[in-house]
């Protein structure tokens, strides 16, 4: 079992999607919740950072039953932000995978941009430090230019789906058996990183953010059950695409393919030390 943690209204939204697999158990904390039951924590609004810092809410026992793998979301440039870092410090002990969902940061004006700055910088050095076993960054931005020309009414909601859709994959592939291939266990200083989607036709990436200095990508393509079974020569012609990426001693590739009665369909985890910019 996975923990889902959802902080804020935003998080809260793409952790409910969560609900839908009996695998996660779904927390989620905001100021929307009427009041704190078994799975939603009900949180104060202040109108200042620094009023948050200084309350915290003790979330020991609300958090008591919380699995040992825990994935953490949370929208950087939220005021209930302020309150990650005192939350990540009461569940220290679990092993924690943030996911940073960054903002539009040029749309983003006085204090919810200077909020964002700090928290994407912070939560970068609390991986860094092993901290955190990991800080997934998701540019909603750069998933909007993806998904294309969205309606308005459904604009948050498709974002929201298509983040759930990638993680819970992410997750199934990790605890599933491949058809063939490994993906490598990524380098313990590596723990910056973001996603892409995937064209399996050639193999090019729709990355969820423009991730500096890649050291390491993880490729984990999901292919239909008919094509394993029939098509000849398909696996050489995915190694053979993945060798034209560009590869050296500090930029390494490795895949794994598994069976879906579905689309083909795929993912990519690239992996950094570097500390990314806040542009």
Same mark, same amino acid.
Request: hydrophobic share 35%.
């Given at each position: 079992?996975?923990?889902?943690?959802?902080?804020?209204?935003?998080?809260?939204?793409?952790?409910?999607?969560?609900?839908?697999?009996?695998?996660?158990?779904?927390?989620?904390?905001?100021?929307?919740?009427?009041?704190?039951?078994?799975?939603?924590?009900?949180?104060?609004?202040?109108?200042?950072?620094?009023?948050?810092?200084?309350?915290?809410?003790?979330?020991?026992?609300?958090?008591?039953?919380?699995?040992?793998?825990?994935?953490?979301?949370?929208?950087?440039?939220?005021?209930?932000?302020?309150?990650?870092?005192?939350?990540?410090?009461?569940?220290?002990?679990?092993?924690?995978?943030?996911?940073?969902?960054?903002?539009? =940061?040029?749309?983003? =004006?006085?204090?919810?941009?200077?909020?964002?700055?700090?928290?994407?910088?912070?939560?970068?050095?609390?991986?860094?430090?092993?901290?955190?076993?990991? +800080?997934?960054?998701?540019?909603?931005?750069?998933?909007?230019?993806?998904?294309?020309?969205?309606?308005?009414?459904?604009?948050?909601?498709?974002? &929201?789906?298509?983040?759930?859709?990638?993680?819970?994959?992410?997750?199934?592939? &990790?605890?599933?058996?491949?058809?063939?291939?490994?993906?490598?266990?990524?380098?313990?200083?590596?723990?910056?990183?973001?996603?892409?989607?995937?064209?399996?036709?050639?193999?090019?990436?729709?990355?969820?953010?423009?991730?500096? =200095?890649?050291?390491?990508?993880?490729?984990?393509?999901?292919?239909?059950?008919?094509?394993?079974? =029939?098509?000849?020569?398909?696996?050489?012609?995915?190694?053979? +695409?993945?060798?034209?990426?560009?590869?050296?001693?500090?930029?390494?590739?490795?895949?794994?393919?598994?069976?879906?009665?579905?689309?083909?369909?795929?993912?990519?985890?690239?992996?950094?030390?570097?500390?990314?910019?806040?542009?």
């Amino acid at each position: 079992m996975i923990s889902i943690i959802g902080l804020g209204n935003a998080a809260s939204a793409i952790a409910e999607n969560f609900k839908e697999v009996s695998s996660y158990n779904v927390y989620t904390l905001n100021d929307q919740v009427s009041r704190t039951s078994k799975n939603k924590f009900k949180l104060k609004s202040h109108d200042h950072p620094e009023k948050y810092e200084k309350s915290i809410p003790d979330v020991s026992k609300f958090f008591a039953n919380l699995d040992e793998n825990v994935q953490f979301y949370i929208m950087g440039s939220s005021y209930s932000s302020n309150y990650s870092l005192g939350i990540l410090e009461q569940i220290k002990d679990k092993n924690i995978d943030v996911i940073y969902i960054k903002p539009d =940061t040029e749309m983003l =004006t006085g204090m919810p941009a200077l909020i964002e700055k700090a928290v994407f910088g912070i939560l970068q050095e609390y991986a860094r430090s092993g901290l955190l076993k990991s +800080m997934t960054i998701v540019c909603r931005l750069s998933l909007e230019k993806h998904l294309g020309d969205l309606p308005i009414k459904s604009y948050y909601k498709s974002l &929201n789906q298509y983040i759930f859709s990638a993680f819970h994959h992410i997750n199934y592939f &990790n605890h599933a058996e491949p058809e063939i291939g490994k993906v490598s266990e990524p380098s313990e200083i590596n723990r910056i990183r973001t996603i892409s989607g995937l064209n399996l036709k050639n193999l090019e990436e729709k990355w969820f953010f423009d991730l500096d =200095t890649p050291r390491e990508l993880c490729y984990y393509l999901a292919i239909n059950s008919k094509r394993l079974e =029939t098509e000849g020569g398909l696996h050489n012609r995915i190694v053979e +695409m993945l060798k034209s990426k560009p590869r050296n001693a500090y930029r390494k590739l490795s895949y794994a393919i598994y069976e879906t009665p579905y689309d083909d369909f795929g993912f990519c985890v690239a992996h950094t030390n570097v500390v990314q910019k806040n542009s």
